[in-house]
Nanobody, 125 residues
């Protein structure tokens, strides 16, 4: 059993900064393809940023130069630093992982497409 839990959402003024974090729990020994997506009210979910285990990153054009994704392989956590926030960044932010591997007494298990429950980020004055 694996779980992703986001934290760090909240209310911030336009131009401000906020950092959201994701922590993976379970007997995890490897995670590939960590990322963040967001969904604004009435809109489709949008991929915001991804990072590979080796540290290669990709960003949506709408956040390039403002958002930074980072990961800590040892702690099974990753984060999204958001700067110069705009009202249009308001959304529920979800962390996700493409592949997760656990190992316990029952052996190795693979999990694909794991998502967190989301954390709300509101950019407003």
């Amino acid at each position: 059993q694996v779980q992703l839990v986001e934290s760090g959402g909240g209310l911030v003024q336009p131009g401000g900064s906020l950092r959201v974090s994701c922590e993976a729990s379970g007997s995890i020994f490897s995670i590939n393809g960590m990322g963040w997506s967001r969904q604004a009210p009435g809109q489709e979910r949008e991929l915001v940023a991804v990072i590979t285990r080796g540290g290669t990153t990709e960003y949506a054009d709408s956040v390039k130069g403002r958002f930074t994704i980072a990961r800590d392989n040892a702690k099974n956590t990753w984060s999204l630093q958001m700067n110069s926030l705009k009202p249009e960044d308001t959304a529920v932010y979800y962390c996700h992982a493409q592949e997760m591997y656990t190992e316990d007494d029952s052996g190795i298990k693979k999990y694909f497409g794991v998502w967190g429950q989301g954390t709300l980020v509101t950019v407003s004055s």
